[in-house]
């Protein structure tokens, strides 16, 4: 298993430039927002080995890890495009946008952006966009944790609102028990409705 480490972030700090990590979860749900994080980590950051990309961690270690990367993190970001707007302007455009606000709302001025897989537009920030990135850089698989749990504590909180869903327990993703409430209840606001077609 490939450990997250801090290459790129430390090639910054020899520069004295900061940086960031960003990625997003939620891009392949049925309902719900996508949500993406932002984390920058100080110089002196000790590298934690249990942070690593989200989904290959479980659900009481990404929430132990994302307290310890609040804790020890210089700032971070969330950004959040809810269903509504992935369906007018689709889920490409909507992840990017998450990515931006999120990147928008570190208060520390950023001097590279390390994000996963993507390229972002209309950013002047020097980038790097990197393939499998939450697997392989420490502040993007920080960012991928902030942004998980993020998410699923508002998903798993429109049990509240829509309790015939099940939402606690598939979070958005499209599963047997999700399309068996649909059939039977319908659509909520929630749902991405560019994703049910057929449905």
């Given at each position: 298993m490939i450990t997250p480490h801090f290459e790129f972030e430390k090639e910054a700090w020899l520069k004295n430039l900061t940086?960031?990590?960003v990625d997003e979860v939620g891009r392949g749900c049925i309902a719900g927002p996508?949500?993406?994080?932002?984390?920058?980590?100080p110089k002196n950051h000790k590298l934690n080995e249990k942070i690593r990309?989200?989904?290959?961690?479980?659900?009481?270690?990404?929430?132990?890890?994302f307290d310890f990367i609040l804790d020890e993190c210089d700032d971070?970001?969330?950004g959040l495009v809810p269903?509504?707007?992935?369906?007018?302007?689709?889920?490409v455009p909507a992840t990017k946008k998450a990515?931006?606000?999120?990147?928008?709302?570190?208060?520390?001025?950023?001097d590279l952006i390390l994000i996963d897989a993507v390229k972002l537009e209309d950013v002047l920030t020097t980038q790097k966009s990197i393939i499998k990135g939450d697997e392989k850089v420490y502040s993007i698989a920080a960012a991928s944790i902030i942004a998980k749990v993020f998410r699923d504590r508002i998903v798993s909180g429109l049990d509240n609102?829509?309790?015939?869903?099940?939402?606690s327990s598939h979070k958005g993703?499209?599963?047997?028990?999700h399309y068996e409430a649909l059939n039977s209840s319908g659509h909520t606001p929630e749902h991405r409705k560019t994703f049910l077609k057929n449905k």
């Open positions: 940086s960031c990590g996508v949500v993406a994080g932002a984390v920058s980590f990309d989200s989904k290959k961690l479980t659900e009481k270690a990404r929430e132990e890890l971070f970001g969330i269903a509504t707007e992935i369906d007018e302007i689709g889920i990515m931006k606000i999120a990147i928008e709302s570190i208060n520390i001025k950023m609102v829509y309790e015939d869903y099940g939402f993703y499209g599963t047997k028990k």
